[in-house]
C-alpha cells in the first residue's frame, strides 16, 4: 500500500503538517489548525456490534480472563488486527500487539489499546470500545495513508479484569505469587498465560523498562455517570485513583436479644453501623473526590435474636491524591478507636489492597484536550475512579485516559452500555491525540 | 407413708397453721411467721449434675426438643417423678405429668414446672433447674408429710426451644400449620410429639381451659445479667415482654465504589447503617426496659468494590408494654421513611412474629415475694426478656416465675451456668410460695 511520510520540521512540531490522501492519491496538508482525521466509524461499531455475541450468556457478559469465550473474544481481535494489517504477535505475557513502523527509526513508539476480557456477568464496552478503537485509529491510519514519524504500536492486554496481569507483566510487576493465583475461569494465571499463547518461563521478554515508549493512550468508558450526568462527550482522565482496601473485625460479645439490657451490651452491628455512619460523613466532610465504600459486612452469629459477637466489614477507599488516602487511613483508625470505646467493642483493622494514585502527564492530556478541541466536543478534565492497565503503563511512560460516557453510569452490568456516537468520538479523539504526539513526541 | 393435712381455718386463711413432721412423727405448727421449709438442696443439684452428661456435646448441651438426647433427658425425668411418687404420666401433647392429691377435692390445681429441652449448643440450666425443682418440691412435701389442701400438679413441657409446643399444646394454640413445621431435630412436630408419647389425633385432651388452675408458678434461670449484676438473690418477674420481629429491605442501586461519587450513590448498606444507630438512639431515648436489637444482616451483592444494592435486616423489639411496642413499631417506620428519603433508598418493613406481653399476676408474685422474704432473701421485681412456658399458661391461669441469678447473664451457651446454692434457692422458693398459694388460692 502506498503511504505518505510527514514532512519534518525541526523548528516548530507542533506546525508540522501532515499529508494524507483525501481523496487517495491527492496530498493534503493537515496543520493543527486544519481538520481533524476521523475513523472509520460504522465499521468500528460493527465490530463491537458483532463482538456482543461473543461470551453472552443469559447473565450478561461472561468472557473472564482464559476462559473458553476469552480465547473466542481474542481469536475474534486477532482477526481484526489482520484485517488492519498490524501482522500480529502474542508476547510471552499473552498480550496481543500490532505495530505500524514510523519513518523515524531513532523514535520510541506511541503505544494504544485496552483489553478485550470481561467480569463475570459485566457488559460488551468496558475494555473492547478502547482496544477496537485503537485497531480501527492504526487502520484509519494505514487507509488514508497517513505516516507517523513514531512507531505505532496496538496493544490488547491480557487479563485486566484479574488484576492488569497483562500490563503488569508489561512492566515487570508480576510475582511467581500472583501465577499460582486462581483467576475466575478456574484456572491459574501461570495456566492461562501458557493457554492464551504466552510463555511464563520467559515472561520477562514482554517487558518496557522506564523510557521506552514515548507515551500511552488509552480510550475506555466512564463507568461512572460524571460525565452524562454534566452533559459532557469527552472525559480527560487526570490519572487513576489510588486504592486501598481494609478488613476492619469489630468484636463484642454475643448474647440474648431479649434479656440483655442495651446498656449492658457489647454489640458490634451497632459499632459496624457507628463505623460506616462515621466514615461517610468523614469522606464527605472533605472537599474533593475520595469515596469510601462499605460494600461487604460479614456478622456472626447473624440470628435475628442474637446480639452481634463479631462482623467483617470492607473499607474501599479511593483518591487520586495519596496524602488524602493517607489521611483518612489514619482517621478510619481514629474513629474506630472512639466507637471501640464507646460501645465496648474492639477494632482490628487491616489493609489488604494498596494501589498508589497513577497521574496522568499533562503533555500527553494536552494532546487529548487539543484533539477533542479540534473536534468540537465538548469536554472535561476527571479522575477515573476505576483501575485501568493505564495505570500500570504509568510507572514506565507519560499515561493519559480517554472517557466516553456510559448510560446511566453503569458498569461491570449487563446494563453497560455506551452510545454508538460516543464510541466513535472517544476514537475520534484517539485518533488526532495519536497525531498530536506524533508531532510533538521526541 | 404417713400425711397430716392442713388443719383449716375459713377465717384467716394468711394464718393457717401448716402441720409438718420435724422430726418424723412430731407434729410442729407451722403459720406466716414461721420458719420456712426447704428442700433437699443437694439432692436437687446431684440431679442437674448427673444429667450434664445427658446431650453433653464437645460444643455444648444438644436436646434439641425430639432428638435421642430429648428423649434420654425425658426418661432421666420420668425416672425423677417416680423416684418422687408422682406417678408421672404423658399427656397427648407429649408433656409429663405428675401429681400430689390435696384433700380438698373442690380446689383446682396448683400447676408448677419447666422443660428439659434445650437450644442447639446451649447449657444444662435452662429449662432443668426449673423442672427438678419442681419435683423436688413435690417430693420434699411428701417426704416432709405436707399436705396441700390444692393437687399439686408438675409438669415438664415438651419441646419449649422449638417456640414453647407443649404449653401452646395445652392451652389450644397449636394449628396444624405449626404441626408440619420441622423443628430442630429435623422431624415435624407432628412426628416430634408422637415420637415423646403424644397423640397429635388427640391433641385437645391436652388442653387447659381458663379457669381450670388455681395458678401457675415456674423456677427459671435468668438468662440475663440484671440479678448478679445487682447482687441480688431472687428475682420476681413482672411478666414475660412482648416480642415484635421485623424484617427490613432496603432497597439501592448497585453500583462501582470507584467510579460512582459519594453524592450520587444510593447505598443500602449506608441506609442500613444510619436505621441502625437511629432504632438503637429511639430505644435508648425512651426511659424503661424496651430492647431493640439487629441481629441479622444479609447485604447483596456483598463484594468489597460495590456499593450495595439491597440490604435485608432483622429487628427484634421487646418489652412488657404492649404501648411501648406499638410506639417504636411507628417510630421504626418513621425512621425508614427518613432515612430512605435521605439516602434515595427505599424501606420495606415486614413484621413476622408478634407475641403479646404476658403479665404476671399479682397476688402469685406477692405468694413468691413473701417466700423469698421469709427465706430471707434479697430480691426484686424484673421482667423476663426471654419467652418461656409461663407466658402460654399466663392466658389461663393466674402466673408468675422465679428467677435465679445467670453466672455473667449468659445463656443459650455451654457457658451457662448457675450456682448451686442459687438453684436450691429458687427451688426453696418455689415450696414456700406453694404453700403461700395453697393457704391463699379458692
Given at each position: 500500500?502506498?503511504?505518505?511520510?510527514?514532512?519534518?520540521?525541526?523548528?516548530?512540531?507542533?506546525?508540522?503538517?501532515?499529508?494524507?490522501?483525501?481523496?487517495?492519491?491527492?496530498?493534503?496538508?493537515?496543520g493543527?489548525?486544519?481538520?481533524?482525521?476521523?475513523?472509520?466509524?460504522?465499521?468500528?461499531?460493527g465490530?463491537?456490534?458483532?463482538?456482543?455475541?461473543?461470551?453472552?450468556?443469559?447473565?450478561?457478559?461472561?468472557?473472564?480472563?482464559?476462559?473458553d469465550?476469552?480465547?473466542?473474544?481474542?481469536?475474534?481481535?486477532?482477526?481484526?488486527?489482520?484485517?488492519?494489517?498490524?501482522?500480529?504477535?502474542?508476547?510471552?505475557?499473552?498480550?496481543?500487539?500490532?505495530?505500524?513502523?514510523?519513518?523515524?527509526?531513532?523514535?520510541?513508539?506511541?503505544?494504544?489499546?485496552?483489553?478485550?476480557?470481561?467480569?463475570?456477568?459485566?457488559?460488551?464496552f468496558?475494555?473492547?470500545?478502547g482496544?477496537?478503537?485503537?485497531?480501527?485509529?492504526?487502520?484509519?491510519?494505514?487507509e488514508?495513508?497517513?505516516?507517523?514519524?513514531?512507531?505505532?504500536?496496538?496493544?490488547?492486554?491480557?487479563?485486566?479484569?484479574?488484576?492488569?496481569?497483562?500490563?503488569?507483566?508489561?512492566?515487570?510487576?508480576?510475582?511467581?505469587?500472583?501465577?499460582?493465583?486462581?483467576?475466575?475461569?478456574?484456572?491459574t494465571?501461570?495456566?492461562?498465560?501458557?493457554?492464551?499463547?504466552?510463555?511464563?518461563?520467559?515472561?520477562?521478554?514482554?517487558?518496557r523498562?522506564?523510557?521506552?515508549?514515548?507515551?500511552?493512550?488509552?480510550?475506555?468508558i466512564?463507568?461512572?455517570?460524571?460525565?452524562?450526568?454534566?452533559?459532557?462527550?469527552?472525559?480527560?482522565?487526570?490519572?487513576?485513583?489510588?486504592?486501598?482496601?481494609?478488613?476492619?473485625?469489630?468484636?463484642?460479645?454475643?448474647?440474648?436479644?431479649?434479656?440483655?439490657?442495651?446498656?449492658?451490651?457489647?454489640?458490634?452491628?451497632?459499632?459496624?453501623?457507628?463505623?460506616?455512619?462515621?466514615?461517610?460523613?468523614?469522606?464527605?466532610?472533605?472537599?474533593?473526590?475520595?469515596?469510601?465504600?462499605?460494600?461487604?459486612?460479614?456478622?456472626?452469629?447473624?440470628?435475628?435474636?442474637?446480639?452481634?459477637?463479631?462482623?467483617?466489614?470492607?473499607?474501599?477507599?479511593r483518591?487520586?491524591?495519596?496524602?488524602?488516602?493517607?489521611?483518612?487511613?489514619?482517621?478510619?483508625?481514629?474513629?474506630?478507636?472512639?466507637?471501640?470505646?464507646?460501645?465496648?467493642?474492639?477494632?482490628?483493622?487491616?489493609?489488604?489492597?494498596?494501589?498508589?494514585?497513577?497521574?496522568?502527564?499533562p503533555?500527553?492530556?494536552?494532546?487529548?484536550?487539543?484533539?477533542?478541541?479540534?473536534?468540537?466536543?465538548?469536554?472535561?478534565?476527571?479522575?477515573?475512579?476505576?483501575?485501568?492497565?493505564?495505570?500500570?503503563?504509568?510507572?514506565?511512560?507519560?499515561?493519559?485516559?480517554?472517557?466516553?460516557?456510559?448510560?446511566?453510569?453503569?458498569?461491570?452490568?449487563?446494563?453497560?452500555?455506551?452510545?454508538?456516537?460516543?464510541?466513535?468520538?472517544?476514537?475520534?479523539?484517539?485518533?488526532?491525540?495519536?497525531?498530536?504526539?506524533?508531532?510533538?513526541?521526541?
Amino acid at each position: 500500500m502506498k503511504r505518505r511520510t510527514f514532512l519534518q520540521s525541526s523548528a516548530a512540531l507542533a506546525a508540522v503538517p501532515l499529508l494524507r490522501n483525501t481523496p487517495p492519491g491527492a496530498a493534503l496538508a493537515l496543520g493543527a489548525s486544519q481538520a481533524p482525521l476521523r475513523v472509520n466509524g460504522a465499521r468500528l461499531n460493527g465490530w463491537l456490534a458483532k463482538f456482543d455475541s461473543v461470551g453472552r450468556t443469559p447473565t450478561g457478559i461472561n468472557r473472564v480472563g482464559y476462559s473458553d469465550a476469552d480465547l473466542a473474544g481474542r481469536a475474534f481481535t486477532l482477526d481484526l488486527f489482520r484485517e488492519a494489517g498490524l501482522n500480529p504477535r502474542i508476547d510471552t505475557a499473552g498480550n496481543i500487539l500490532g505495530r505500524l513502523d514510523g519513518t523515524d527509526r531513532s523514535l520510541k513508539p506511541i503505544l494504544i489499546g485496552s483489553h478485550v476480557d470481561s467480569v463475570t456477568d459485566g457488559g460488551n464496552f468496558d475494555g473492547p470500545v478502547g482496544s477496537f478503537g485503537a485497531i480501527e485509529v492504526a487502520r484509519s491510519l494505514r487507509e488514508q495513508n497517513v505516516r507517523l514519524r513514531h512507531p505505532l504500536e496496538v496493544v490488547v492486554w491480557t487479563n485486566e479484569e484479574g488484576g492488569t496481569v497483562g500490563s503488569r507483566s508489561a512492566i515487570g510487576h508480576i510475582t511467581p505469587a500472583d501465577l499460582d493465583k486462581v483467576a475466575r475461569s478456574g484456572k491459574t494465571i501461570r495456566e492461562g498465560i501458557g493457554l492464551v499463547g504466552g510463555n511464563v518461563a520467559k515472561l520477562s521478554e514482554a517487558e518496557r523498562k522506564k523510557g521506552d515508549l514515548a507515551c500511552y493512550m488509552e480510550l475506555h468508558i466512564e463507568q461512572g455517570g460524571l460525565l452524562e450526568k454534566a452533559g459532557l462527550q469527552i472525559g480527560v482522565v487526570e490519572g487513576i485513583v489510588g486504592l486501598r482496601w481494609f478488613e476492619v473485625t469489630i468484636t463484642g460479645f454475643a448474647n440474648h436479644a431479649g434479656t440483655t439490657p442495651m446498656d449492658q451490651r457489647q454489640d458490634a452491628m451497632l459499632a459496624a453501623a457507628k463505623f460506616a455512619v462515621a466514615v461517610n460523613e468523614a469522606v464527605r466532610g472533605v472537599p474533593g473526590r475520595t469515596v469510601a465504600t462499605i460494600g461487604r459486612m460479614v456478622v456472626s452469629p447473624n440470628t435475628t435474636n442474637v446480639i452481634p459477637g463479631q462482623v467483617v466489614l470492607t473499607v474501599d477507599l479511593r483518591d487520586l491524591d495519596a496524602a488524602k488516602i493517607t489521611h483518612f487511613t489514619d482517621r478510619f483508625a481514629q474513629i474506630g478507636q472512639e466507637i471501640g470505646t464507646a460501645t465496648k467493642t474492639t477494632f482490628d483493622i487491616k489493609q489488604s489492597v494498596d494501589t498508589a494514585p497513577a497521574i496522568s502527564d499533562p503533555k500527553v492530556m494536552a494532546w487529548i484536550d487539543g484533539a477533542a478541541a479540534a473536534l468540537g466536543f465538548t469536554r472535561q478534565r476527571m479522575p477515573s475512579g476505576a483501575g485501568h492497565d493505564a495505570q500500570e503503563m504509568s510507572r514506565i511512560a507519560p499515561m493519559a485516559m480517554i472517557f466516553v460516557p456510559s448510560v446511566g453510569g453503569i458498569s461491570h452490568s449487563p446494563k453497560e452500555f455506551t452510545k454508538p456516537e460516543d464510541v466513535v468520538n472517544g476514537a475520534d479523539v484517539l485518533l488526532n491525540a495519536v497525531i498530536a504526539a506524533d508531532r510533538a513526541s521526541t
